[in-house]
């Protein structure tokens, strides 16, 4: 009877141990330590939260800069760096140099200085951002501007092995992080500008040989669906279900890029992540409800197979790419424990779905002022459009005009943060409108595929280009809101201290109350800031810090040399954003605070 | 002698009287080639050189936003319209074959460009004659 029982002890002992021996356990266990910032999103369900409280409500007044480091490199900063054993690694715009500094003595242990051609920085759309590096096993990824993807010895920044995603060559970028879940690290391929072909690559992370590719458009073998399993709001999708929305082979022109972000739950094994807008911005030209752009996808790490999908805006008119982060919580919705999936959609709506099952709860503006859909129905997930604000309906060569939000959206890919103590999500946003007006183009490869010109400013009235907001997700209500002068291009962050943190374009890093929304502090930081804010602590104190160096779209002006262009440069962001030049220079530097 | 000199004068009348045909020639149809832009007194244009200023975009990340000169390296096209009288004869020579010891690439087959080549001629042309003040999406003359 004894050993009978030992027997099956010691079986029951190993099949639990064997469920932890994923090889990404490293990075989790790392990310669960405090002392660190061992992931780009803070956790895999892209939370952007911290358990630490040493810095609260009380005392945050108080934080001043601790130290600073310049980057050496101009252009728009995104990401942040990350903190992992009392090394900070810290990535940059290209030329993506990598510098692993000792939080100790402040020195640079190693660096890592790619050699990339320069001819990519033609054909990166919105700036030379790069948005950060994953960690796992020892090794730190990046993924830089011409889409290698490299593995790096984090002790001494060796290449380990690298490998080439995509094609600079027909405008293939890489921008976004890579992410490590399981055994994979997983890149996304920038250039919906460009009529590239949109996708998701898994590859593993201790050889870099690749494993799957998840194709956002095109016949089901490149996009892993399964047309008798794989559902859109509880139905299958049938077969190609991707290609029979297209007309003839305009989807191998159809972008869908990924660039955003990706978070993944290791109870369901899926991964979430958004596709982007359809190649031309000129609908006209691409009739049919162009699938799977502008879609939230689930997919299964180790297949890369499509459990469930969902696409926000059909037949794109506007570029309202579905790239920005899928938040991961486990809320309660309209009464219920859900293990929900929240999402800030560049459409200005806000969703919330259970991420088990795909199915749809809620979808409401998360700014008033969105006007091209007065809704969405939530059985059939169909926008309700206005015909006003259609640029189809408009046509060709007619500018269509107050469009809200603009294509910018009313969030790009600058991260909200969530909060399981206040159950609620902080949110960067824009306040912008535009005229639109689409024209018919050809493709050429390497070259832009767009097909629109566009004015772009604040709504009608009003005078702020942003709101940093709180959001309930389960009654999809502001809770508050406040105004800021540009749009809040920064990642926010949520703290156990109650405390939320966020930046300016002006380059203010800012303090507020999580439940009141009350500033509690600001310190003008030396350029505008589209870094997220992270936090970690060190010797027991903690630190928050986020990068300055304005950029990206909205600061494309200073950050690519051309404030002074004609109001349409830069897809209307000159026109839109023209006052910035009054408050920020372009810059490359990071600032910690603590107390 | 006198043969071979008189040859020589006569050859030389002719070359002259050739050039002086052929300048005559390039400057009337630099002055013709106004006939490619449509605006009217308010600096208000016509659907080609609409979309002539649209078609530019193409060439902005090189030539600039406002066709000045730019980052990407590219010459003053305002400049050189104007001081070297360039016709559109020259210009679509230019964009179509390219400048590629200079950088600039051969656009014959880009179908962005290649069709347009009267109209984005036009705008650039206009706004070197000082027809069309700035750059930036000019208004079009109403219906």
Sequence with gaps: MKKVNMVSGFALLLLFLSSFAVANDDAARKANDLNNWAIPTGDFFNQRYSRLSQVNSGNVGQLKPAWTFSTGVLRGHEGSPLVIDGIMYIHTPFPNEVYALSLDSGKIIWAYKPKQDPKVIGVMCCDTVNRGLSYAEGKIFLYQADTTLVALNSTNGKVVWKVTNGNPAIAETGTAAPMVFEDKVVVGISGGEYGIQGRITAYDIDTGKRVWIGYSQGPDNLTLIDPNKTTHLGKKVGKNSSVSTWKGDQWKTGGGSVWGWFSYDKDTRLMYYGSGNPGTWNPVQRPGDNKWSMTIFARNIDTGKVKWLYQMTPHDEWDYDGINEMILADITVKGKKRKALVHFDRNGFGYTLDRVTGELLVAEKFDPVVNWATSINLSTGLPNRVKKYSTEAGGEDVITKNICPAALGTKDQQPAAFSPKTELFYVPTNHTCMNYEPFKVSYTPGQPFIGANLDMFPPKGEDNLGNFIAWDADKGEIVWSNPERFSVWSGALATAGNVVFYGTLEGYFKAVDAVTGAELYRFKTPSGIIGNVMTYLHKGKQYVAVFSGIGGWAGYGIAGGIEDADGQAALGAIGGYRSLSQYSRGGGSLTVFSL | ?143
Excluded at chain 2, 111 to 136: E, F
Aim: aromatic share 12%; glycine share 12%; proline share 3%.
């Design chain 2, 1 to 143: 002698m006198r043969v071979v000199s008189i040859a020589v004068r006569l050859g030389t009348l002719f070359f002259c009287i050739f050039n002086a045909y052929a300048i005559a020639d390039n400057q009337n149809s630099f002055e013709e080639d106004k006939k490619y832009y449509v605006v009217d007194e308010q600096g208000r244009v016509g659907k080609k050189t609409y979309n002539g200023w649209r078609r530019y975009g193409t060439c902005a990340p090189c030539h600039g936003p406002d066709a000045t000169g730019g980052i990407g390296g590219g010459a003053s096209l305002l400049s050189a319209i104007k001081d070297k009288k360039i016709d559109f004869r020259t210009f679509k020579q230019i964009v179509s074959e390219g400048r590629l010891d200079k950088g600039m690439p051969a656009w014959k087959k880009d179908a962005n460009v290649n069709k347009y080549y009267d109209d984005i001629y036009g705008y650039l042309r206009a706004r070197s004659d000082g027809m069309i003040k700035k750059g930036g999406r000019p208004e079009k003359i109403p219906k």
